[in-house]
Structure formats: structure tokens, C-alpha cells
């Protein structure tokens, strides 16, 4: 079951450089691993922003959410979640 | 070369329903032939609307434009385009 | 796995009134089997609009997008889904 | 009579984390307490969001202001609240 | 209990005036009616648009719910209901 | 002559407590004077926010420029005016 | 007293010509009969829009709603109206 | 001196085709004439949007507004005028 | 050649009351100056917000933004600049 | 093959002024160099804000993104791209 998720990072101005550098990697470490098993499909940076949209392949919202609440960039990060379905045009 | 498309369908009310059906025929071919050459990679729709988004892998700005105008549907639709980089967390 | 659903309902200005009758009444029946059947949770109006919020529980994103493109007034309505996780502090 | 409430939380960056830890906890003893006595119907997550939905069943604007008001989190939240109404189309 | 609404009028180009005109006649007795059974406090005329905002006095939702939608205009009125509570500064 | 005015209250992160409540006594104050005079004709809570409606009887735009600057609390609120006129269904 | 108002016309498709044509006759002459008496300070078109920013010069709220709905294109404009007081910086 | 104006074009429902047609081919006209005498510096296509940017090089905000009132799809387009100055990092 | 401009200021949580005071009136010498020299024709105070609207007589763009940007309050404003044209029905 | 893109600068209240011409000069310098190997083709200042649109004339999506992203200022600027096509009635 797909959702389209976008995300934009906003880091709090008091935050040091080397929190940001340290939430950075747990996020990419975090991020891969779940690419690795399936349930993140695609990340694509937005041109020009520090946003990303993402779709993940999971078995239900609750699963969703978990999953987003536990990136460690969660606490910066805006998200909007759009459910999506199959596409009657679509050939795959 | 990857771009988000956001597409939202409205036919005018004054459209018979033949017109329109023979529209969304052509609209289905003209999808599905892009699909097969690769170009359009995917399509879901947004659950609840008459909507969907759409990613296209074209090799520039005015190739995108083309397809995106040559849908029969184009006149029908208000899209939103949103050009995609790799994102450094991105594993493929 | 519940959603949230707000519903705007407009219609066109040419539809006769009998037409929208009709549309209403099937309207009504398709609902209400809906929500005998369990999956049509709560529908309550939005004080002063033609609209309404509901709550729906179903297995899958494919399975509400077939639900409520299935409402006789769907090509009326403009929709907004919002996906629903359980709250930490919830008691049931 | 019921409402619906849409409820945003946002912690001022300066919150020392056990302070937040506090308010998080009296937050769910609130809430709980509250959907106890069955005024609290609903609170639903919003996938992706530190946001949430709650449904509540009161006697007047004036004792939903007063709950609402009296959570712990008040001032770290924007709350959106829509009455409702009963729904023609409404089994039960 | 008082509820702030902001109603917006608009008719439909096609509607004759002298449709338009029984309406609005329609409308002006029972908004007056409305007003001498003192649910309805005030209507203010917003300067510059074919718009109000009016004060309800009533004993819930539903109720106002049910006076809203039998307002004549009602179908081309655009409404937006905001429940108020007394404020702590008042000295009525 | 009537004003409607909503204002949204927002204090700063950094303000110390007992300045805080020494404005809202201030703002009290201030307020309760204004309603006995008879200028400051409303003033309502909207339920689940830090907001009011107001509403109120100058003479003049400058007056009610003076009035609203003059509140205690008015640098740390968000103020939205709104003219009115009589209606003509109003029976008053 | 003065008020900024922002008009945007939009005349509906079915209009024929000659009525568009007959309706702005009478509107430059309602126009310039209240630029001459004093009421309409300025009137100023907005550079690729169909529409301007004008200010009024009134003694009340009611005076300036009895001139704008008197405007023989006030059915087919959107109009803003903004409430001037005297600025601190202001030399006249 | 310098302006960006976005353009947005919308036909109405019922101009017949050849009408359409015949207005387009007089605006390509009209605005090749201004791009040869150099007052039309850029014009780009909004990639999926019946929609441009463009950069006109004129003299005064009248001679702007006279230029863009005067296009055969005028009456169609919805205009943003953005008005330019020299960029302190410009090295033109 | 006029503009509209409305600026709306806000000052940072943590400038201290005789920066803020100092400010204030170097900006309203400066202002003052403009006002004398007749390239500032209006300031006018938005009634009940920290804000105004001004109408600026210059030659150009860039002259209007060398302005703009020299007042004192220019980093702690937010302009939103329209420029203006000869209204056909003005009689000035 | 063109962007047009729409950068807003703000700076966190905290950052020494130092600090901010560092940044600034660093900026002038790398849009420059941009600017003279053709990939910037123009820059313009949004008058009234500390803003500017700029064009870009880069081979992909990427190539764009790395630039955005390696200006000084990023961190500071929200920025909006808008990917250009060729126009119909272009002439160049």
C-alpha cells in the first residue's frame, strides 16, 4: 500500500553544527535501512529546497506512522502524507 | 531526468458524456504508450480525488512539456510540476 | 485502519431538480449500507456548509479510493483524506 | 453535542526536555481522565504529524472551551475546532 | 450560547431577477422572524460585499444547524460557523 | 459606528511569567473601562483558541485606531478589522 | 475618514457586449460625479489587472457601503475594503 | 526598467474553436511586434500550465499597463505584475 | 510613476526598547524627508495592525527600491509593492 | 535548458553582522563566478524585498540542485523553482 509522503527539514537556529551532523547520519543510516527492506521505495530531493518526496510501501497508516515518527529528523521535519491507490491508466 | 507531476482532472459541465468518455479512452492509450517507452514512470491516483501524481523521466524541460500538453486530457487538467535531484540519501 | 474524510458537496448549476434528487436518494441507500456493514464508521454534517466529515474503516488505501469514488454524488463532492493512526493517549 | 477538533503541537525550542517530558505526561492523564467520563469520544493520530483529531460530546461551547483550555499542552497547540451537526444520511 | 457566523452571497448568473428578487423578500421575513424570537442577535452588513456577519443565540448545533440551512438563500450562501464561550474580560 | 475585530493573542517565547500576567491584568483593566463606556460594545472567546472577537462603537477610524493601540497586550497580538454597516433585514 | 478599497471586476461569459458596454458608460459617470463632490479621493488602475485601488474620503462606515454597492458594476466586483487612520509619520 | 509578469490563460467554456483560434494566432502576432521592438525581452512557457513568464523592458508603469491590456487574449489571462530592479550581484 | 506599498513591520523578540526607540525615529526623519521632497505622496496607518499603506511618486524601479531599502525599519518590514497606472474614469 | 527560480533571504535574528557580510560577500563572489561561465543568465531585485528572481541555463534537475545548494546564503534563503519550456511565440 503506497503513500506519497513530502518532507521539509527546518533545524532549530540554536542547534550546534555537530547535533546537525550527528541527527544527519543516524537520518541517513535510518533512511537506507529502510530502503533496504522494501518499505521505502523512493526519496527525491525537491530542486532548490531542503525537502524531500518520498513513497513508502507499508501494510497500514499505523505502520506509517511509526515508521515516520521514528526518523531522527522527525522533530524538525514538516510532513504531508497523501494516501495513494492504483491508477486504472497504470500498466504495472 | 525526474519530475513530479501533480495532475487534477475537471471537466467543463457542459461536456456530453460520449465526449468525455472518448477522451478518457484516448487519455488511457496516450498513458499507457508512455508508460511502455519508459518515459512515464509512474502514476497513482490520490485517493478520494480525481487526481493523481505522476513521475516522468524525460531528458529536458521542453520534452516534458511536450508530453504534458499532448495529453488529451490537457485541457482538462490543472498540473503542477516539481523537478526531482538524487537525494544523497537515495541507496539505488 | 481509519481515515478521516471531509466532504464538500457542489452542484452544477444546469442540474434539474429532479436530477439531484435522484442523485441524493441513491446518495442516502449507498451510504447507509455502507455504514451497516461496518466500514462507514461515523458521518456527521459541518454546521452551516454542505459538507460533511466521516470516518471510515477499511483494510486499504485501494479499498476507500473504491468506496468513495462508488458515491452516486462523487463527481460533485470534492474530497480531502486524511489517513489516521492510533493516539498514544487513546483509551480504547 | 459534538465537535470536531484538530489540534497542531508545537514546543518553544528553548523547553528543556524533561520539562516537555512533564507536560507530555500530565497531557495523557488529562486525556484519559476525560475520555473516561465520556466526554472525549475520539482522538485519532495524524499520520506523519504531531497532530491529532478529537472528537467531543459536551453540553455547550462554553464547558469545550474550558476542557480544551485546561490541557496541559494548551499553549503549545493551535486548535482548529469545527461543530458538527447531525447527518440526514446517519443510521444511527 | 452564541455562534459568530460570516455568510457570503452568491447567486448564479443564470437565475432570473425576479427569482432573485422573491428570494431575497423570502430571506428578509425570515431573518426578521429569526430575529424577533431573539435566536438571532445581530446581522451587520460587511462594507463593501454582498456578505454579513450574524450572531445566533441557540440551544446547539443541530439547531443552528437546522436555522442555517432553511435560511431561503441558503444554497447560495458560502457560511463559515464560529462557536464562541464568554470571555474571561467580559462584564456582561 | 461598528467595527467587528478578531484578535489573536501570542506572547514570546522569552517573556517571564509575572510580566505576562502583569498584562493581562493591565489588558483586563483596560478592556473592563472601555466596555462600561460603552465603545467596547462585545467581546467574545473563540472556543479552542488564544483568540476574541470583538466588536465595537466609535466615531471615527482614528478613534478606533487609538483604542486598539492602546490595548496592553496589543504588541503581542494579531489584529483584523472589519467594518460593518446596517443591514437592511436587521430589525434593530 | 478614509478607506483604501481594492476592486477586481470579473463580468460573467454570458454577458453580450453592449450591456458591458452600457454598465462601464454608467460606471465613469458614477465614478466622476463622486471624484468631483469630494467623497473619491483616488482612483488607480493596477498595472495588468482589471481592476484598481481607490480611496474614499466618507464620514461613516454606512456612507461608505451606501457608495460602494451604489457602483453600477458593484454586482460583478470583488471588493476590499481596508479602514485608513492617520499615520504618526504622516506631514499633511 | 524591467517587469516580470506571470500570465495564466483560460478560455471560457463556450467560446467556439475557430474563435479561439483566431485569437491566438492575433496574440502570437501582437506579441512577436513587441518582441521585435525589444519592449518584450523574454517569454517562457510554464512547463504543464497554459501559462508564461515574462520580462518586458518599458518606460513607466502606464506604458506597461497600456502594452498588457492591449493583448488579444487580455480579457482570458490572469496577470501578476513583479516590478524589477537592478540585483547589487548582477554583473550585467 | 506611483506605487502602492504596504508595509507591515515586526521587530525581533530580543531588540532592546532604546534600538527599537532609535530606530523609530530615524525612520521617521527619513520619512519625513521623502514625505518634504515629494517622492513620498501618502503614508496611511492600517487601522488596528503595525502597518501601513504609502503611495511613492519616482521615476523607476530602482529609484523606488534605493528607497524602500534605505529606511531604518527596511530589515524589520515586509513590502509587498503594486505599481500603478491612469484609472480611464480618474479626472485628476 | 531554463529555471526560473524565486529566492527570499532571511537571516536568524542571532547572527552576528560579521558573520552576515561574510556570508554575504562569499555570495556576491560565487554568483558571480556562476554568472560569467553563463550557467546564471539573470538576476533581479524583487523591489521592496530582499528577494530576487533569477534564470538558470543548466543541463538537468542535478546540475541545478548542486548549484542552489552551494550557495553561501542557502541555508538562509527559501527558494521556488519554476522549470522553463520554450514559448510558441517566442521569436528567439
Avoid: C
Avoid at 6 to 32: G, I, N, T, W
Avoid at 71 to 91: R, S
Amino acid at each position: 500500500m503506497l503513500y506519497l509522503v513530502r518532507m521539509d527539514v527546518a533545524f532549530p537556529e540554536s542547534m550546534p553544527a555537530d547535533e546537525r551532523d550527528r541527527l544527519k547520519a543516524a537520518e541517513k543510516e535510518f533512511s537506507q535501512a529502510l530502503q533496504r527492506d522494501g518499505r521505502f521505495r523512493h526519496i527525491w530531493r525537491v530542486v532548490g529546497e531542503y525537502a524531500n518526496y518520498s513513497v513508502f510501501d507499508v501494510a497500514s497508516n499505523d505502520e506509517l506512522h511509526e515508521i515516520l515518527s521514528g526518523f531522527p529528523l522527525f522533530p524538525y521535519m514538516t510532513m504531508k502524507v497523501t494516501p495513494l491507490a492504483k491508477h486504472p491508466n497504470a500498466i504495472d
